[in-house]
């Protein structure tokens, strides 16, 4: 989820389900967590899994306690599994394994274990079993490992955070992200996973990623999570706040009475400022890139911001209309680092005006020669002194005429700002607070506990 672009829609779509919450007091650190790693448009026909010591192929005795059965047991050290005649069947070389030919669904899936612990599947080491089963699209198969959910942790949190951070911030880190599982298990019950490897929830690398301080302050902080009135929390977290803490009800329906913004002091010491230089051509492009020409750019204009200052909408205009656009989706189309943030216009270099005329919006012609700008009209070229102090004489006022040519924008933060700042938490290990400390201070409210 660090540096990432949320999902809101997702987001909200799991914030209003309360299904699955562990009791507060009930120890949830032996659960498993199944997570996607190829569905819908990734799901592919056949996988490669290696082993070094075999594979035992497995099926689920009774779904509701997750007890595993061992129906064969293979001594290959690399296999290949595909889907044939909505069968999954196991290959070597190319040749099948006599035999073992298994009928599959979604309700019943296939699972995969190397004998040794650490399997190999399509190119990556994961801890527990791969399952295969059919893909919705019915043209391939949805891969899933399913393991531990102490044992998943320790495939998120080095790539969440890095390894070198004082320990009570990997350690709040490691609550957080145990928490924001919990949460969301079934969350894409639909595909037949809780929780996807990818940015859409926690980027998960498996066993390859793993770190020996991330996996020690996940073993120290084992089955704790952060609970608000005996509930687990939506355990948001990002990179840098930028100085403030977003409301969660600046972007939602609802309040999260844990998820309010605050004065983030600690975020601000380490604030991540950045720019980005962006001609109105440029930006024509990107839009045109979403389907939407908006001819020639003639402004951009915050319309909408939170609480907090974060843009929330902007207005685009340009000689074929304008429109509106949603701060995520501004974010997602610029690759910008955060919606906090404001915006310069930069001055005209490519010298075009625009005036509104009984037909619509026309652009005046403005060409420089022998170092004086001229404006042509059908009453012929007037001299103009520059570009950057031109007026229109109205019936009662003089208004100065913009002509902004791009626009610079200036950010602070990289994250939705919504919820625990990677960087304050850093920098409040730093001056000697611990992990639960952090967790209270980014999240109002709340208890951790197992």
Known sequence: MKKILLSFAMIFWFVLSLANF?????????????????????????????????????????????????IAEIDYTDLEVALQNGKVVFLKSGS??????????????VYISSKSGII??????????????????????TAINELNLEDYLYGVIPLEMSPLWPMEALKAQAVAARTFAVYNLNKWAKYGFDLTANSSDQVYGGYD????????????????????????VLAFFHSNSGGVTEDFSDWYTQELP????????????????????????????????????????????????????????VIIKGTKGEKSFSSNEIRNLLSLKSTLFEVNKKINSERQLYAITGNGICVLNIFNASDKVYIESK??????????????????????????????IIGRGWGHGIG????GARVMAE????????????????????
């Open 258 to 313: 844990y998820l309010k913004s605050k004065k983030d002091l600690f975020s601000e010491e380490v604030a991540d400022v950045w720019e980005k230089d962006l001609s109105f051509k440029e930006l024509g492009s990107y839009l045109k890139t979403t389907g939407y020409d908006p001819g020639d750019i003639i402004d951009f204009i915050i319309s909408e911001r939170s609480s907090t200052g974060r843009v929330k909408k």
């Open 379 to 408: 009453n012929g070229k007037n001299s103009l002194s520059d570009l950057l102090n031109i007026y229109a004489m109205g019936k009662d006022t003089i208004n100065k005429l913009q002509t902004a040519a791009g626009i610079k």
């Open 209 to 232: 990623c793993e770190n020996p301080r991330t996996n020690q302050a996940v073993e120290i902080t084992r089955g704790e999570i952060i609970y608000y009135k005996d509930k687990p």
């Open 22 to 70: 562990p009791v507060y007091g009930q120890d949830i650190s032996e659960k498993n967590i199944r997570i996607g790693l190829f569905f819908d448009k990734t799901a592919m026909e056949s996988y490669t899994i290696k082993s070094n010591s075999g594979f035992n192929i497995l099926v689920k005795q009774n779904n509701e306690n997750g007890e595993f059965k061992v």
């Open 431 to 450: 001056k000697g607070y611990n992990y639960k400390d952090i967790l209270s201070f980014y999240y109002t409210g709340v208890t951790i506990g197992r």
């Open 120 to 141: 190999f599947f399509e190119g990556k080491q994961y801890r527990g079993n791969i399952g295969i089963f059919p893909d919705l699209s019915k043209k391939g198969m």
């Open 420 to 423: 625990m700042s990677q960087w």
């Open 96 to 109: 099948p394994i006599s035999n073992l030919s298994l009928e599959i669904s979604p309700e019943k899936p």
